[in-house]
């Protein structure tokens, strides 16, 4: 048997404002943007460049109770973790485009990494793994 995890769900305010942090600042690549008119809502992909894994799916917030999960959908906690094959390329390029880091660079047994907060305030890890 083979599984993989194909898409992880991020709850989003807005598409728009979602594609151009992710796309225009973080440098994912756009997978799709379909309209889906039975439900009223897109099919937003976007991935890390040259990645093939797992992709992000952006999703709109479509009910009041989903609101509250924009930006803490992992009460707090690193929830996505972005590795790199250049920590101090990414780290700087990403200071250099605004992105806020909450934690600063360090370098742990396992490899250099730093907390980062996208738009929404959810935290992700840079992380260059040692191989």
């Known amino acids: 048997m083979k599984q993989s995890i194909a898409h992880i769900a991020l709850v989003v305010r807005d598409y728009d404002e979602a594609l151009d942090f992710y796309v225009n600042i973080l440098g994912f690549t756009l997978v799709e943007d379909t309209y889906q008119p039975e439900q009223d809502k897109r099919w937003v992909v976007v991935a890390p460049p040259n990645s093939s894994g797992t992709t992000l799916l952006l999703a709109r917030a479509s009910?009041?109770?989903?609101?509250?999960?924009?930006?803490?959908?992992?009460?707090?906690?690193?929830?996505?973790?972005?590795?790199?094959?250049?920590?101090?390329?990414?780290?700087?390029?990403?200071?250099?485009?605004?992105?806020?880091?909450?934690?600063?660079?360090?370098?742990?047994?396992?490899?250099?990494?730093?907390?980062?907060?996208?738009?929404?305030?959810?935290l992700w890890d840079l992380v260059e793994f040692l191989h």
């Not at 959908?73 to 806020?100: A, N, P």
């Open 63 to 122: 009910k009041p109770e989903q609101i509250s999960f924009i930006g803490n959908q992992c009460g707090g906690r690193v929830f996505l973790f972005l590795s790199t094959d250049d920590f101090w390329r990414d780290y700087h390029s990403m200071v250099e485009k605004g992105i806020t880091f909450i934690r600063d660079p360090k370098v742990a047994e396992y490899g250099t990494v730093a907390v980062f907060s996208d738009l929404y305030g959810n």
